[in-house]
């Protein structure tokens, strides 16, 4: 059994920073996790994944602005976002236990076991 929690959301403005957190109890060194967003009305997306070897992968609207990192000796993900947009705003949320062909279904919120309760990012000038 896992269990996430995650932390470090809020309000900034275009082009500000933020970075989210998400500590687990239990060894997650070798679960395959990532960060998925949802917005009110939407289904959740997947954002970032990262691999037991620290492999990741982004969806192509963050490429360049998020990365995914995990401290193993803390069992934490992280997400550092920057150059933040409006429309990157939405609840996030950490998952781990993946399940599937990773390189092709790491963004299918369907193969995640466990999840967190959310943490709300919103990017408003």
């Known amino acids: 059994q896992v269990h996430l929690v995650e932390s470090g959301g809020g309000s900034v403005q275009p082009g500000g920073s933020l970075r989210l957190s998400c500590a687990a109890s239990g060894n997650t060194a070798s679960s395959y996790m990532a960060w998925f967003r949802q917005e009110p009305g939407k289904e959740r997306e997947g954002v970032a994944a990262i691999t037991s070897i620290s492999s990741t992968a982004y969806e192509d609207s963050v490429k360049g602005r998020f990365t995914i990192s995990k401290d193993n000796a803390k069992n934490t993900l992280y997400l550092q976002m920057t150059s933040l947009k409006p429309e990157d705003t939405a609840m996030y949320y950490c998952?781990?236990?993946?399940?599937?062909?990773?390189?092709?279904?790491?963004?299918?919120?369907?193969?995640?076991?466990?999840w967190g309760q959310g943490t709300q990012v919103t990017v408003s000038s």
């Open positions: 998952a781990a236990g993946f399940s599937g062909i990773w390189v092709a279904q790491w963004h299918q919120s369907r193969r995640y076991k466990y």
